[in-house]
């Protein structure tokens, strides 16, 4: 009788056990979603800060299959709870690794059988730097950057130096002023930004030669200057710098609201471009009363508002631009910023039209920290304008490697520009530039000066 009831006690265990192991191999009830019913993904934390991308359509598309923002991009925690977004998401893509990422889930095999994706993969592809997201992505992408990291590194390459955290810094001065010798990122090829090119420029380049100028010296970013005759080609222009990858980082801007400045205003804002406009000012006598710069601050600030406003409208700055005489000097724009009180104005400082200020250089960078948003470079030699070398190629000045070392250890971490600004070549004279920023910037990292640029675009005076 025991034997019996222990062998049926067994059996029970048996059958047990076999019920369990098929209830959890058993295909999921019918009210439950399926594997190929995936529920959309929940893109809503990203969506805090990026709304934009709540109707773009390579978003879109992934979300309502079940593939969000973070299948991509990471958690990102640490880049969602930073308020002034100095740091960059989890993984962001190198050109050369959007392809492979996109195949992870879209197989190579699968691709090719449709006759759009035949020349992509093909052994011998007509165009091998074509990416998924030229297609499936130009919206995807932002036009305008304030912060740039470099996409494998994740490391700050430049922002707009805008900071919503009361006391924030970003890269904290005592950590750079730690190790003061080291080059930041400051100089990198992706923080240039070419100035003075299209009414300069020997070869009198169009908008998709200046475009694809810039893209062979790996410069990413045009600061646009231009003459009545450009004004019909606005359009070709921003047209040609998207075709090319180039950012607008500026467009020099007229002094008020004339028919050209609402011109550039409705270009920038059919094509969704937010840049920095770049506008000059009063270049009176520097010489004034204290009744006479009340009422100079005054007057520009009255001549600004409506053009800041103007530009707030579109999400652009205004930065004032130093081009001499009262209105080139810093301590005057400042004056004329903190009266104006608008948060879209800042300042872009240009050592070419710096001679006057190159002794007390350091100074000056300090007291417009708060407000500068872009910084063109210049080879600087002393009393140089005076001397008919106001216009030098970098690394040609005697004073370049001290102003670069002031400008290294600063808080700025905004666009450099580098100019041509002569009737030379502009491809010359930029080349002549980036050669002799390299040599520059290898000193500021201790390294032996070896042997000095020879410029194509610029002979030294005969003594």
């Known amino acids: ?23 959890m191999f058993a295909a999921p009830a019918t009210d439950s979603p399926s594997a190929t019913e995936a529920e959309p993904a929940d893109n809503s934390y990203c969506l805090v800060c990026h709304l934009n991308y709540q109707e773009e359509g390579l978003t879109g598309g992934h979300q309502a299959v079940g593939v969000g923002c973070e299948q991509c991009h990471g958690l990102s925690d640490k880049h969602s709870a930073d308020e002034d977004n100095i740091t960059p998401p989890d993984r962001m893509f ?49 036009k305008v950057r304030t912060r740039i990291w470099d996409k494998k590194t994740g490391r700050l390459i430049s922002d707009d130096g805008v900071r919503m955290m009361a006391g924030s810094t970003g890269e904290g001065k005592e950590e750079r002023d730690a190790k003061p010798e080291t080059p930041t990122a400051l100089f990198d090829r992706e923080n240039l930004v070419a100035w003075c090119i299209v009414p300069f420029d020997a070869k009198k380049r169009g908008p998709d030669q200046r475009a694809a100028m810039l893209e062979s010296l790996g410069i990413r970013q045009l600061a646009y200057d231009w003459r009545a005759e450009h004004v019909p080609t606005f359009d070709a222009e921003l047209d040609a710098l998207d075709r090319h990858n180039i950012k607008l980082t500026a467009f020099w801007f007229p002094p008020t609201l004339d028919a050209n400045a609402r011109a550039i205003l409705d270009v920038l804002k059919r094509h969704n471009v937010r840049t920095q406009l770049w506008v000059t000012g009063h270049g009176g006598d520097l010489s004034a009363s204290p009744e006479q710069q009340a009422e100079r ?52 400082y240009n050592l070419h039209h710096g001679h ?44 370049d490697l001290d102003l670069l070392r002031t400008i290294n250890v600063s808080d700025f971490r905004g666009p450099i520009g580098i100019l041509n600004h002569t009737d030379e070549d502009a491809q010359t004279r930029l080349q002549d530039n980036l050669d002799g920023l390299t040599w520059l910037v290898a000193q500021l990292g201790g390294q032996p000066p070896g042997p000095k640029p020879e410029p194509k675009s610029w002979r030294p005076a005969e003594k």
């Open 94 to 142: 190198p050109k050369k690794e959007i392809n492979g990422f996109c195949c992870e889930c879209h197989p190579r095999t699968e691709l090719v059988k449709d006759t759009d994706h035949e020349d992509l993969y093909s052994p011998e592809p007509e165009d091998d730097d074509e990416t998924c997201t030229e297609c499936h992505g130009l919206q995807h992408r932002l």
């Open 1 to 23: 009788m025991q034997r019996a009831w222990v062998l049926a006690l067994g059996l029970l265990t048996v059958v047990a056990t076999l019920t369990l192991v098929s209830l």
């Open 297 to 348: 601050v005054k007057a520009e600030v009255e001549r600004l508002r409506p053009i800041a406003e103007a530009a707030a409208e579109i999400g652009c700055t205004v930065e004032l631009y130093n081009h001499g005489g009262w209105f080139g000097e810093p301590e005057n724009q400042i004056a004329i910023i903190e009266q104006l009180k608008m948060p879209n104005v800042g300042i872009v």
């Open 356 to 399: 006057g200020h190159v002794d007390r250089f350091a100074a000056l960078l300090e007291q417009m920290m708060p407000y500068l948003h872009a910084l063109n470079l210049n080879g600087m030699t002393r009393d140089g304008e005076s001397r008919g070398q106001k216009i030098l190629p970098l690394g040609q000045g005697e004073l």
